[in-house]
């Protein structure tokens, strides 16, 4: 059973679409973030929902935009898109705030074209 | 601010060749640390993670960490390494206080290539 899944695995677009990230964790977490991860493989956190609350956005363009309608989804909306978005999104889960270790997803690699 | 370096940004070595790879952090506080692993095409993977007690912890696949308070490090070893441990490795830090969000701080990752 895949613990943290994400849908779509691969995702090519073109500039100016809307499009949207699927995230599913079935390990009873409590928190959820969105990471992404840059052409140099360089990993930043964008968003943590805790208990379908938001705690973290880090300066995140607010063409981003997460919701999370239970603590078992988050899922990440982009508007607009510009081809500076392309990367991999990774989504994670982790038991609580605490500093337990986060679980990730296989990855959405986005294209933007 | 906070923030996680990894010296060896590409690493190549042949199989049974050992392996160190750096990671030193700045942070002011008490930390929590993590190694993970990213092989081709896959996600991250936790190896090992370091939270108190002994600061030799022991991971997955006969990898190992050493956490050094006096120098922020904690650098990830493997004696002899396989084809098989190709991938990228990422350090990362959580802060260990009251309002902590569980949000990793990565370093920038080593990639390591082993030959067969």
């Known amino acids: 059973d895949t613990a943290v899944s994400q849908t779509p695995k691969y995702l090519v677009t073109q500039m100016g679409n809307d499009k949207s990230i699927k995230c599913e964790q079935n390990l009873g977490h409590d928190t959820m973030y969105w990471y992404k991860q840059d052409s140099k493989k360089f990993l930043k956190i964008m968003f943590s929902?805790?208990?379908?609350?938001?705690?973290i956005n880090e300066t995140v363009p607010n063409r981003f935009s997460p919701k999370s309608p239970d603590k078992a989804h988050l899922n990440l909306h982009i508007n607009s898109l510009e081809l500076g978005d392309s990367a991999v999104y990774f989504c994670?889960?982790?038991?609580?705030?605490?500093?337990?270790?986060?679980?990730f997803g296989q990855g959405t690699r986005l294209t933007v074209v | 601010a906070q923030s996680v370096s990894q010296h060896n940004h590409h690493v190549i070595l042949s199989e049974a060749a050992s392996l160190e790879l750096g990671c030193n952090y700045s942070y002011g506080g008490t930390v929590n640390l993590f190694w993970y692993v990213q092989y081709p095409g896959q996600h991250l993977q936790l190896l090992l993670k370091y939270f108190s007690g002994d600061p030799l912890v022991k991971g997955i696949k006969g990898f190992e960490a050493e956490f050094i308070k006096s120098k922020f490090s904690f650098n990830l070893r493997k004696p002899s390494v396989q084809w098989s441990d190709t991938a990228e490795y990422f350090c990362a830090v959580t802060p260990k206080h009251s309002g902590n969000t569980g949000k990793l701080i990565f370093g920038q990752g080593t990639t390591l290539q082993v030959k067969p």
């Open positions: 929902y805790n208990n379908k609350e938001l705690i």
């Open positions: 994670a889960s982790s038991q609580g705030q605490g500093a337990t270790e986060a679980f």
